[in-house]
C-alpha cells in the first residue's frame, strides 16, 4: 500500500500573552521574591531581574535613542546581564542581535552592517576588538555593561512599571546569523510568536515545572540556550542556574548539587566528557538533552548506564526557533533517533520534487508550524530557496520510521559541526584565498574525539610558492575564530576536481581518512 507520510503533533496554542515579556512579567507579578538566576553564591530574584532590565532599558531608549524595530547587539560572555539585556531590548520594541563571543572584528563588521545594528551593549573583556569596529563603523554606538551602576538609579525593591502596547506577536525579536551554504552569514528573522510558540511547546513535552533548575553552561548567544535555558524556565516560573565557569567539570556538579531537579541542556562533547570523567553516577538530575550536534549512540548508552538519567536527543535549526524534535521524556527512545516532532511542529520527508515520502524512505527534512522563522533579513532570494509550498526546507537529509520518529542520516551538504558550532567551509576557504601564493582551498571536516568535528584545508599553491605555515595560521586567527581555524593544512600538487572543475570534497575526505596523498607540506 502507498501513503505518505506527514507527522503533525497539534497542540492548542495559547498566544493570548502576545510576546515574550508579559509572561515573564506576570512570573514577577506572581512571585517577586523567587529566584529566577543562580550565578555563584548570589541569587537574583524575579524582582531584580526585571528592574535590573528597567535599568538597561532605560538606557537604550532615553540616551542611546533606539527605536522600536531597530537593532541591538550583545557581545557579552554568559553573565546574568545577558539575559536583562534581552528583556531590555525587547521591551523597547527593539530587536536581540546575540554576537557569537568568539568572533574576531571583521566577522562582527560584517554582522553589525548587514544587520543595520545601532548599538552594542559589550563588556571589558572584548576592548580590543571595539577600536576596529568602530573605525569601520563610526556611526556604531557601544555601552559597557560594567557602567551599569553609572546609570539613573532604580529602586530595586519596588516593581517598576511594563508597556505591554507596543509589542505585537509578529514584531521580530531576534536574529540569528548563522553561515549559509554560501558561507555567507545570514540574519535568521525570530519573530515574538516563533519563539513564544516554541518555549510553549518545550514546556509541555518536557513536563516541565516552576520548581525545575535549568542549567545553564554554553554560550547564551547559541538559540538553543536562549529558548531552553532562558525563556523556558523564565516563562515557567522557573530557575536558571548559570553556572560561572565549566572548568574544571566538578565546579559545573557542584552548583548543581546545591539545586537539586536538574534539567541540563549541552551538547554531545559534554556529555561525552561526563561519561569518561570520575563523577559520581547519583547526580541530582532530573533531565539531559542533546542538542546542536549528533548524539553518538555508544556515549547514549554509556551515559544512561552511568548516570541512571534520561539523556534526551533532539533535533533543530535556528530556522526554527530552533527546537523540531525530541525522544519523548517517558519513552520509548529509540537510540539513533532525534525523536518525534514537538506538540504544534509538523515534519515530512520530501523527495526533491516535493513529493511526501513513505516511512524509511530517505529524503530532505522539512519543517512547518509557528516557530518556523519569518525568513532571512533582507535576503529575499534566500528566503525564497528556504521554503517550497510552505514547508521549511533544512537541508538535512533522513527518514521517518513507521512510529513517527525522525531519523537523521546526513547533514547539510558541507557544514562542518565543531563544539555543536556551525562552521561552513566556504568562510574559511575564501580567508585562504586572500593569502598570497594560495591557488585552490578546500575545507572539509575530520572527526575529533574532544570536538565533534575540526576543519581541515586542503590548498594548492601558485608555482615556486614555498608556504610558512605559521604565517598562514597567524593569517587566519586575525580573521577567524579560533574553532574556525583548521586543525591541518594539507598542500597538494591540484586539488581533485571533476568535469566540470568542481573541486570534489568527497575525494578529499576518503583521501583525508585513507591518508592517501602526497604532499608538500602539513601545517597543525
Known amino acids: ?75 557579552l560572555k554568559n553573565r546574568p546581564h545577558y539575559v536583562a539585556t534581552i528583556f531590555a531590548i525587547l521591551r523597547a520594541g527593539a530587536i536581540v542581535v546575540p554576537i557569537n563571543s568568539f568572533l574576531k572584528a571583521d566577522e562582527i563588521i560584517h554582522i553589525a552592517k548587514d544587520a543595520n545594528i545601532q548599538l552594542v551593549i559589550t563588556e571589558i573583556e572584548f576592548d580590543s576588538l571595539l577600536p576596529k569596529i568602530a573605525a569601520a563603523i563610526p556611526q556604531l554606538k557601544f555601552f559597557h555593561i560594567e557602567q551599569i551602576n553609572t546609570l539613573k538609579k532604580t529602586n530595586f525593591d519596588k516593581l517598576q512599571p511594563y508597556d505591554n502596547n507596543n509589542i505585537s506577536p509578529e514584531d521580530l525579536a531576534f536574529l540569528y546569523y548563522t553561515s549559509g551554504t554560501t558561507g555567507n552569514p545570514k540574519g535568521v528573522m525570530i519573530t515574538h510568536r516563533n519563539l513564544l510558540s ?47 565557569s565549566i572548568h574544571p567539570l566538578k565546579n559545573i556538579f557542584h552548583e548543581i548539587s546545591k539545586c537539586g531537579d536538574g534539567v541540563l541542556a549541552a551538547i554531545p562533547q559534554f556529555f561525552r566528557t561526563m561519561v569518561d570523567s570520575d563523577l559520581p553516577g547519583d547526580l541530582p538530575l532530573k533531565l539531559c538533552i542533546s542538542g546542536a550536534a549528533p548524539l553518538p549512540v555508544q556515549v547514549l548508552k554509556e551515559f544512561q548506564k552511568k548516570f541512571k538519567v534520561p539523556l534526551l536527543e533532539g533535533y533543530g535549526l535556528s530556522e526554527a526557533s530552533p527546537v523540531v524534535s525530541i525522544n519523548p521524556v517517558k519513552g520509548p527512545w529509540k537510540e539513533g533517533s532525534v525523536g518525534i516532532p514537538i506538540p504544534g511542529v509538523s515534519v515530512c520527508i520530501q523527495n526533491d520534487s516535493g513529493d511526501i515520502l ?165 601545517a597543525d
Open 198 to 244: 516554541n518555549v510553549q511547546s518545550c514546556s509541555v513535552v518536557l513536563s516541565t515545572v516552576n520548581s525545575d533548575r535549568f542549567i545553564l553552561l554554553l554560550p547564551m548567544f547559541h538559540s538553543f540556550m536562549i529558548c531552553v535555558c532562558i525563556f523556558l524556565p523564565l516563562l515557567q516560573g522557573a530557575t536558571i542556574v548559570l553556572v560561572k
Open 358 to 522: 513513505k516511512p524509511k524512505e530517505i529524503g530532505e527534512i522539512c519543517v512547518k508550524g509557528n516557530n518556523v522563522m519569518k525568513g532571512y533579513w533582507n535576503q529575499q532570494q534566500s528566503t525564497a530557496q528556504a521554503f517550497r509550498n510552505g514547508w521549511l526546507l533544512t537541508g538535512d537529509i533522513g527518514y521517518i520510521d513507521e512510529d513517527g520518529y525522525i531519523f537523521i542520516t546526513d547533514r547539510k551538504k558541507d557544514m562542518i559541526l565543531v563544539n555543536g558550532i556551525n562552521v561552513y567551509p566556504r568562510e574559511i576557504e575564501e580567508v585562504l584565498y586572500r593569502y598570497p601564493g594560495v591557488h585552490e582551498a578546500a575545507v572539509v571536516g575530520a572527526k575529533d574525539i574532544r570536538k565533534g568535528e575540526q576543519p581541515i584545508a586542503f590548498i594548492s599553491v601558485l608555482p615556486g610558492v614555498k608556504l610558512e605555515k605559521r604565517k598562514v595560521g597567524t593569517f587566519l586567527r586575525s580573521y577567524l575564530a579560533d574553532y574556525k581555524v583548521p586543525k591541518k593544512i594539507i598542500v597538494l600538487d591540484a586539488l581533485p576536481r571533476n568535469a566540470n572543475g568542481k573541486i570534489l570534497k568527497p575525494v578529499l575526505k576518503q583521501m583525508l581518512n585513507n591518508q592517501d596523498y602526497t604532499i608538500q607540506d602539513q
Open 1 to 75: 500500500m502507498h501513503y505518505s507520510l506527514c507527522i503533525n503533533s497539534k497542540i492548542k496554542q495559547n498566544l493570548k500573552m502576545m510576546n515574550l515579556v508579559s509572561p515573564f512579567y506576570q512570573n514577577v507579578l506572581i512571585n517577586p521574591a523567587k529566584c529566577a538566576i543562580h550565578w555563584g553564591d548570589t541569587q537574583i530574584t524575579y524582582l531584580e531581574l526585571w528592574n535590573q532590565s528597567s535599568l538597561i532599558l532605560n538606557f537604550i531608549t532615553e540616551v542611546a535613542n533606539i527605536k522600536k524595530g531597530q537593532t541591538v547587539g550583545i557581545l
